[in-house]
């Protein structure tokens, strides 16, 4: 059964610091990971998805990578700013079914001004 | 364009009664599915379904029924509530242009 792991609970950093989110996850056997956006009270953004056969993303300050053998990603924010105070939660979907995607319990991330 | 809509937003269920929440999608997407996120554990698949009249079990099916009937619309059914079943829900959908998933604001549910 596939687990995925996400240390720390939680992250705080003055704003303008680059900093790294980890996700780990037990079972290689993955079609996609996805590094998602909650913000209190609300839904998931989808903010990066990573192919299996990719080993990175970007999207402006969002750089996510992927080590598939190793079972890991990480999220990497470039100059933090306030507003990117936000849960970040990592899920895979494995390579057989629907998108049935596994979740980490995310990160809490407050950047402080 | 809406989105992914829920409702309701919040409810408060007495044990033993029975509720509805619903999911209502105007993107044309074809995969509706039911997470539900408490503290500590991330988000779990409840149902899920691939079309109209095609549903199937995720990681937390029991207490929980699920039809579709149509494609904008994805109902989750609570029979019986339980406390155990305190928790935000959430319905995402996708569509077969791209992989991502598209999220509901969710519906927070406190049985008593």
């Known amino acids: 059964k596939q687990e995925v792991t996400q240390i720390p609970a939680a992250l705080s950093v003055p704003e303008g610091e680059n900093l790294v989110l980890n996700c780990s996850f037990t079972d290689s056997a993955i079609y996609n990971l996805q590094w998602f956006r909650q913000d209190p009270g609300k839904g998931l953004t989808s903010l990066l998805l990573?192919?299996?056969?990719?080993r990175e993303q970007t999207s402006g300050r969002l750089n996510a990578s992927l080590d598939k053998s190793s079972g890991r990603s990480t999220l990497y924010i470039a100059a933090s700013q306030p507003g990117d105070s936000a849960t970040y939660l990592c899920?895979?979907?494995?390579?057989?079914?629907?998108?049935?995607?596994?979740f980490g319990q995310g990160t809490r991330l407050t950047i402080n001004p | 364009n809406a989105g992914v809509t829920q409702t309701p937003k919040f409810q408060v269920l007495k044990t033993g009664q029975s509720m509805t929440l619903q999911c209502a999608q105007d993107m044309n997407h074809e995969y509706m599915s039911w997470y539900r996120q408490d503290p500590g554990m991330g988000l779990r698949l409840i149902h899920y379904s691939v079309g109209a009249g095609i549903t199937d079990q995720g990681e937390v099916p029991n207490g929980y029924n699920v039809s579709r009937s149509t494609t904008e619309d994805f109902p989750l059914r609570l029979l019986s509530a339980a406390p155990s079943q305190t928790s935000v829900y959430f319905c995402?959908?996708?569509?077969?242009?791209?992989?991502?998933?598209?999220f509901g604001e969710g519906s927070r549910l406190t049985v008593l």
């Open positions: 990573i192919q299996s056969s990719q």
């Open positions: 995402a959908t996708s569509g077969d242009r791209g992989p991502f998933l598209f």
């Open positions: 899920a895979v979907r494995g390579i057989q079914g629907a998108q049935k995607l596994v």
